[in-house]
């Protein structure tokens, strides 16, 4: 009786030391899950953290309370090139262009949701192709215009930024902030079908 006894008191002992093993193999397994977590939410966060502190700052945009409507008529806008404001019925497709625009079509592009970035007639050829490189498929403008207050203005409905030239970097961030951005009166409207400059295009806002 006193070995079955001594027996069945080894056997639970060597259960006990069994379970504690495996409670000691789980706590350093979830310690180790814990800590690769933590590894994983500190990169990430760091990460995100530099992205944002990367990213190059748009303080300097300038924010103006533009009139809507359409008209047929020459309008005086309150910066040149405007930031909005009232225009003509038809829209500027958009697209570059290595002559002046008319601000009037100009304008209306970006009551769909254009970005209009415009540049010095004598920039250097080579800043010229970066721009135009730098460019959206859709939904963007880009023109000369004589006499710019700066080498490079980027222009949405109600916001402008002028920039240092072609290599600015707060030029694509303009672009990803604004082009449709939420001040855009009209966004998804037409860019295509209006005018070139040249051709009448159609006096309506219609589908794309």
Same mark, same amino acid.
């Given at each position: 009786?006193? &070995?079955?006894?001594?027996?069945?008191?080894?056997? @639970?002992?060597?259960?006990?030391?069994?379970? #504690?093993?495996?409670?000691?193999?789980?706590?350093?397994?979830?310690?180790?899950? %814990?800590?690769?977590?933590?590894?994983?939410?500190?990169?990430?966060?760091?990460?995100?953290?530099?992205?944002? #502190?990367?990213?190059?700052?748009?303080?300097?945009?300038?924010?103006?309370? %533009?009139?809507?409507?359409?008209?047929?008529?020459?309008?005086?806008?309150?910066?040149?090139?405007?930031?909005?404001?009232?225009?003509?019925?038809?829209?500027? &497709?958009?697209?570059?262009?290595?002559?002046? %625009?008319?601000?009037?079509?100009?304008?209306?592009?970006? @009551?769909?949701?254009?970005?209009?970035?415009?540049?010095?007639? *004598?920039?250097?050829?080579?800043?010229?192709?970066?721009?135009?490189?730098?460019?959206?498929?859709?939904?963007?403008?880009?023109?000369?215009?004589?006499?710019?207050?700066?080498? %490079?203005?980027?222009?949405?409905?109600?916001? #402008?930024?002028?920039?240092?030239?072609?290599? *600015?970097?707060?030029?694509?961030?303009?672009?990803?902030?604004?082009?449709?951005?939420?001040?855009?009166?009209?966004?998804?409207?037409?860019?295509?079908?209006?005018?070139?400059?040249?051709?009448?295009?159609?006096?309506?806002?219609?589908?794309?």
């Amino acid at each position: 009786m006193a &070995n079955k006894k001594a027996a069945r008191q080894r056997v @639970e002992e060597l259960r006990k030391q069994q379970k #504690q093993q495996e409670r000691r193999r789980t706590a350093v397994i979830w310690g180790s899950v %814990v800590a690769a977590l933590l590894v994983i939410a500190g990169v990430v966060t760091f990460s995100i953290v530099r992205d944002v #502190q990367g990213r190059p700052k748009l303080d300097a945009v300038k924010s103006y309370k %533009v009139s809507q409507g359409h008209v047929t008529t020459p309008v005086k806008y309150e910066v040149a090139p405007p930031a909005g404001g009232e225009h003509d019925p038809v829209w500027l &497709n958009c697209g570059t262009y290595t002559e002046p %625009v008319r601000n009037e079509n100009a304008v209306h592009s970006m @009551e769909h949701g254009a970005v209009w970035v415009t540049y010095r007639s *004598d920039l250097p050829k080579g800043d010229v192709d970066k721009l135009t490189a730098a460019m959206p498929d859709t939904y963007a403008v880009l023109s000369p215009v004589k006499d710019l207050k700066a080498p %490079v203005v980027a222009s949405a409905w109600g916001k #402008q930024l002028q920039l240092t030239g072609a290599a *600015d970097p707060r030029l694509d961030a303009f672009i990803k902030e604004y082009r449709q951005g939420p001040g855009t009166p009209e966004p998804g409207a037409a860019c295509t079908g209006g005018t070139d400059g040249t051709t009448a295009g159609t006096p309506m806002d219609a589908p794309q």
